[in-house]
T-cell receptor, first 117, second 116 residues
Framework: AQKVTQAQTEISVVEKEDVTLDCVYE???????LFWYKQPPSGELVFLIR??????QNEISGRYSWNFQKSTSSFNFTITASQVVDSAVYFC??????????????FGGGTRVLVKP | GAGVSQSPRYKVAKRGQDVALRCDPI?????LFWYQQALGQGPEFLTY????????KSGLPSDRFFAERPEGSVSTLKIQRTQQEDSAVYLC??????????????FGSGTRLTVV
């Protein structure tokens, strides 16, 4: 069975500090996809990134970067120079390619990030 | 439409009442998912449709929960005889592809159900 663990429930930082969110996953599949979503107070889930299991290159998008390490089953997310608008709950999620359920997402419990001015 | 639309945005139901939650996916999206998000937790899978076919309903917590997508577009999640533990945000997501993860998933803003 697939499982995603986000050990940090809440992180509080001061604006301009960097913040790293940890994500550890479990799966028996060799082909799978990893996602990060942002959930602001308004409630919708905003897609940030999708990474497949065969692509271990780290990725940077503006102030966001992701570190995928298959050897440790981790897919960590870093926000550089945080801003107040980054305050939200962030979810890591896993989708197995072999799932019959259209590749349903299994989410972690989320990490609440609070950026103080 | 431009995004996934869910209605109502908020629903308060008395315990024992039946409710119906609507999801209007992006036009042309084949895959449709329902998730339940309890307060302070991550979303949990309820059910999956590929067009009008419900291919997986393994996440539905009880036989009081029922979902349909009769014409392969709009979907309705129905909860009969609501109980307090049903209080949660119900999220709908759609995807252009089968499997859904090829092009990612677009989520609606959810329906917050409160059972009193």
């Amino acid at each position: 069975a697939q499982k995603v663990t986000q050990a940090q429930t809440e992180i509080s930082v001061v604006e301009k500090e960097d913040v790293t969110l940890d994500c550890v996953y479990e799966t028996r599949d060799t082909t799978y996809y990893l996602f990060w979503y942002k959930q602001p107070p308004s409630g919708e889930l905003v897609f940030l990134i999708r990474r497949n299991s065969f692509d271990e290159q780290n990725e940077i998008s503006g102030r966001y970067s992701w570190n995928f390490q298959k050897s440790t089953s981790s897919f960590n997310f870093t926000i550089t120079a945080s801003q107040v608008v980054d305050s939200a709950v962030y979810f890591c999620a896993l989708s197995e390619a072999s799932s019959a359920a259209g590749n349903k997402l299994t989410f972690g419990g989320g990490t609440r990030v609070l950026v103080k001015p | 439409g431009a995004g996934v639309s869910q209605s109502p945005r908020y629903k308060v139901a008395k315990r024992g009442q039946d409710v119906a939650l609507r999801c209007d996916p992006i036009s042309g999206h084949v895959s449709l998912f329902w998730y339940q998000q309890a307060l302070g937790q991550g979303p949990e899978f309820l059910t999956y449709f590929q067009n009008e076919a419900q291919l997986d309903k393994s996440g539905l917590p009880s036989d009081r929960f029922f979902a349909e997508r009769p014409e392969g577009s709009v979907s309705t999640l129905k909860i009969q005889r609501t109980q307090q533990e049903d209080s949660a945000v119900y999220l709908c997501a759609s995807s252009l592809s089968v499997p859904g993860n090829l092009y990612g998933y677009t989520f609606g803003s959810g329906t917050r159900l409160t059972v009193v």
